[in-house]
């Protein structure tokens, strides 16, 4: 439960805090700070003057105002709904009137709001400011005049000015919102509870675990919110040993309510999930006030986001309760239990579980009925649905509860049979070898004696109170611990319904407890797509990264950081069909937000929002897609990229060719095999497929199909094309006559012009003229000899305008491309309000492919990677000198030199001879007592097993010459 004292007006409030100011008693604080900018939000309005007399505000509540009200709770739910909606500040009333509905709120003395419309309810608020109207009196059980019951606890009404009394009487959903957060909240609480429910059911089954299985819900069906009921049932049953215990000869399979419980109670926890995010934003939407009523304004906000919500909550509710249902008739039906358990339980079932779920549809039925009418009435309605889901669950648990009682006791008197049974087997024997030995009758019985007495310590040993003659699941065991003793499952109605109140946060988040303490037992996992990296593996990279960076660095280029996340509709719409692997955030208040699918959408937006004319960046982080990872391919779902891109206006192709001279220098220094950087113009590409037939719309997914020619044949690319993305058979036969040409880049310029492929098409001489400068350029720097002209490199990002490449390796087709990008001149536009455009161009270095390959080139030449940049150990032979030894590391430290020393007291040579071996550390900087008192140390170089004496003063000297003569 929250704390006894709530601050209202800071931000939202959460779940817990709002329950606990509507049904846990904890009081309204309100920010002084909100307070403040009420009153500022007041400066310059014209109506000032407070209207006590309420004839105006109650004149239009006579037509619709029967039809019941509200309860105590729903009317506190009420009021805090329309205080943290006025608390918004943009529906201008005083902060008197805020003060006001707190201290109602504090001293429990509400008004009686009719629930026909949010309106109605809203003027009887506005009545309640002025002192007029029925209300609930302090003790929330009478009802009273509003000003005697003000009076009664000297609270004085403020009066409302016209303005004022417009805004609570006719304006917002606020009453309404806060009725529906507060189903919401108790709602949110019910999900742990049916999970703990259905498990205790499941024992009471003996159901089979396999549908909870990780292959099963999160391999081949993998919904995030059904994985965490799966994972909680697994965690629930873990240990059973009366799950699975039955034959399956007799029910092979168990009924759907037991078999789908992962996925039913995911979908209905996923459905309470975004209807509670949704309601918490009603709950806390503004009330414009009655200036919204101006002309031009946006005028008053719907309320079908609200009654949607509504209906969805029902929903989530209405299928716990159902399956719930279902698992009492289960487990209550023949021949799961015997006579005496459904003799016992059945009266449980009809007036609990059936009973509360009868109550439930009721309900369910006027939410439909009421939707697109008013939200108020709908939401009450869904208010007592989430409470009867309360007493199903409840039911549901005390069937199981006594059900597994009676098997407990059914368990414990043939445990105590055999028992029995024992002692007597074990009577007859001591009596039988003690008679041939000849003992007396006396001390024959004081030996059965003994063995009695060890029997039962034995078995006090055994037992550790009730239940334990039944195994039931880890989880289960400890959900049974917060819950009413099992004896008392069939007798004690009230304890069962004091337990499972969804007022109170207190039991779910007890049991979501028992969840994450003991999932965090198991044995551990790694995400889907991502890995650790071991110290030897880190090594690699950072010599990876340290090549690449001195290359961007060699070239000017400068750094910069981004998010790693977005906003969506930055992303979204930039990667043609790859926009479906961009990893979606769960909504944290109010924005869109998605992991960044790479580096170079986020520069582009960068660009625009820093009005950047002219850089030339690298960028090294980690970006995110929700693909269908091949570890053994390098394809991850997290991994790091390296890119360099020069923005803003140069000389034709300058720029494009210095971003592939850098992809070459970088390639050639990593050391990973020889490569290829195939190379194809954007132009040229929409040139042929404009020539072979394609219409324009198709020109992007047809580039996409023709982007995976490089994993897929061309039969199936065609089919892709044809069947798929409707492309003319004929056009993509003869698309299929010119992808297949490739080559050295003047070879294939030769061909392109001997063939006259092109001719006559405006794009494609352009593309080819950007290719002859670039040919030219790569030629004057060097790294022409690596470029393959390949007419089938497609790339489908949408964003690609001009040349594109991506490098592969040629000894090995274990990897895909290592290196692609190419020019965007468009992109940046898309984030300038004005339009302006700011061409780039760029390339990726997909890193973590690299780094497959630099590790298994280690692996074969049996090379040990060292973990550690230790160039020596500072050792001693003999005796304690630790502190000698961190003296000796410190002038170390002190000077540069990478070094370290056991951290034991007194290291044996042996095992700091094995370190350094370990390790690879080349350097040992060997102390002892002579040593120390002659001011020397003895260097030794590992490698050679040469040493030396050194003065103390020249050490560091020493070890820089000692490490230069290493290192050639």
């Not at 002859?772 to 949408?798: H, P, Q, V």
């Amino acid at each position: 439960m929250a704390s006894s004292k709530v601050s209202v007006g800071t931000g939202r409030l959460s779940a817990d805090d709002f329950v606990a100011i509507v049904c846990g008693g904890a009081s309204v604080e309100l920010d002084s700070a909100a307070l403040g900018a009420l009153q500022r939000a007041l400066e310059g309005r014209p109506d000032k003057s407070v209207r006590v007399a309420a004839e105006a505000i109650t004149a239009e509540m006579t037509d619709d105002s029967d039809g019941g009200s509200l309860t105590f709770t729903e009317t506190r739910a009420a009021v805090l709904g329309k205080l943290l909606a006025l608390l918004q500040g943009r529906s201008f009333v005083r902060a008197e009137v805020c003060e006001f509905l707190a201290n109602a709120l504090n001293s429990r003395v509400l008004p009686l709001l009719p629930r026909a419309s949010e309106r109605v309810a809203a003027a009887a608020v506005a009545d309640f400011a002025c002192g007029v109207g029925l209300a609930y009196s302090a003790d929330g059980t009478g009802l009273a005049e509003a000003a005697e019951a003000l009076a009664a606890v000297r609270l004085a009404p403020p009066g409302l000015t016209e303005a004022e009394a417009g805004t609570l009487r006719n304006l917002g959903v606020s009453c309404s919102a806060g009725v529906g957060f507060l189903a919401a909240a108790k709602a949110a609480y019910a999900v742990p509870l049916a999970d703990t429910a259905a498990a205790m059911s499941c024992e009471a089954f003996a159901a089979f675990t396999a549908p909870f299985e990780y292959e099963h819900t999160d391999v081949a069906r993998p919904h995030k919110h059904s994985s965490a009921v799966a994972a909680n049932m697994r965690t629930l049953l873990e240990g059973s040993r009366r799950c699975n215990s039955r034959s399956v000869k007799e029910e092979p399979q168990d009924p759907a309510c037991f078999r789908c419980i992962a996925h039913i109670h995911g979908g209905a926890g996923r459905l309470v999930d975004e209807a509670a995010r949704a309601l918490r934003i009603e709950a806390h939407a503004a009330e414009v006030g009655a200036f919204s009523s101006q002309p031009k304004s946006a005028g008053p906000f719907s309320d079908v986001p609200l009654t949607a919500a509504l209906e969805q909550l029902v929903q989530g509710a209405s299928l716990l309760s159902s399956v719930s249902v279902a698992r009492v008739t289960a487990v209550t039906s023949p021949p799961s239990s015997s006579a005496a358990v459904r003799e016992d339980t059945l009266v449980l079932t009809d007036f609990g579980a059936i009973a509360a779920d009868t109550e439930m549809h009721a309900a369910s039925a006027e939410v439909s009925s009421g939707s697109g009418v008013d939200a108020l009435p709908v939401a009450q309605a869904t208010l007592r649905v989430v409470e009867a889901l309360g007493r199903v669950l409840a039911a549901e648990m005390r069937v199981s509860a006594a059900f597994l009682h009676h098997e407990d006791a059914r368990a414990r008197a043939a445990n105590e049979e055999k028992q029995r049974q024992k002692q007597a087997r074990a009577v007859e024997a001591i009596t039988a070898k003690l008679e041939k030995l000849g003992k007396t009758t006396e001390e024959i019985e004081a030996e059965i004696a003994k063995q009695r007495a060890r029997d039962a310590e034995k078995a006090a040993k055994k037992s550790s109170g009730p239940g334990t003659a039944l195994v039931l699941g880890a989880g289960v065991t400890s959900a049974l611990s917060l819950l009413p003793p099992l004896d008392t499952a069939a007798r004690d109605d009230g304890a069962w319904r004091d337990a499972f109140t969804l007022e109170s946060p207190k039991l779910a988040r007890a049991l979501q407890h028992v969840f994450e303490s003991l999932q965090s037992r198991r044995k551990p996992k790694i995400a889907k797509g991502t890995r650790d990296f071991l110290p030897g593996q880190m090594r690699v990279r950072e010599l990876a990264f340290s090549t690449i960076q001195s290359v961007f660095q060699r070239h000017g280029a400068v750094t910069i950081d981004t998010p790693v996340f977005e906003l969506r509709e930055t992303l979204m719409g930039k990667y043609g069909e790859d926009s479906k692997l961009i990893y979606d955030l769960a909504d944290q208040g109010g924005e869109l937000l998605s992991l960044r699918y790479d580096l170079t959408v986020p520069f582009a937006r960068y660009v625009a929002m820093h009005n950047i004319a002219n850089i030339k960046r690298y960028h090294i982080a980690k970006v995110y897609r929700r693909d269908n990872p091949a570890m053994n391919r390098g394809r991850f779902r997290e991994f790091y990229q390296c890119d360099f891109d020069i923005a803003g206006t140069y000389g034709r192709m300058i720029p494009d060719s210095e971003v592939i001279k850098v992809v070459t220098e970088i390639l050639d220094g990593l050391d990973i095999g020889s490569y290829v950087l195939k190379l194809n113009h954007r132009g040229l590409l929409d040139a042929m497929l404009e020539i072979c037939g394609c219409p324009a719309e198709k020109f992007r997914p047809i580039c996409s199909a023709i982007d995976k020619l490089d994993k897929e044949s061309w039969e199936d690319v065609r089919a892709e094309m044809v069947d798929q993305k409707g492309l003319d058979p004929e056009a993509a036969d003869r698309i299929g006559k010119l992808v297949v040409h490739k080559g050295a880049a003047r070879e294939m310029m030769a061909l392109l012009a001997e063939r006259k492929y092109f001719d006559g098409h405006k794009g494609a001489r352009k593309a080819l003229d950007d290719l002859e400068f670039l040919f030219g350029f790569l030629e004057a720097m060097g790294c022409l000899d690596r470029i393959s002209f390949d007419l089938s490199l497609a790339r489908g990002l949408d964003y690609y305008t001009g040349v594109i490449y991506e490098a592969v390796l040629t000894e090995t087709d274990k990897v895909g491309s290592i290196a692609a990008g190419g020019r965007y001149d468009h992109l940046v536009g898309m984030f300038n309000a004005s339009g302006k455009d700011v061409p780039a161009v760029g390339v990726s270095i997909g890193i973590e492919r690299v780094f497959a390959i630099m590790e298994d080139r280690i692996k074969e030449r049996n090379e040990k990677m060292r973990e550690t940049y230790t160039e020596v150990l500072v050792a001693s032979a003999g005796g304690s000198m630790l502190a000698d030894r961190m003296r000796l590391a410190n002038e170390l430290w002190s000077a540069g030199v990478k070094a370290e020393f056991l951290p034991v007291e007194k290291p044996n040579m042996k095992k700091q001879l094995e370190y350094v071996l370990d390790h690879g550390i080349p350097l040992m900087a060997v102390i002892g007592e002579d040593e120390v008192a002659n001011g020397t140390v003895n260097l030794k170089v590992v490698s050679t097993k040469l040493e030396s004496s050194v003065e103390r003063a020249s050490i560091v000297d020493a070890v820089r010459n000692a490490l230069a003569q290493l290192h050639g």
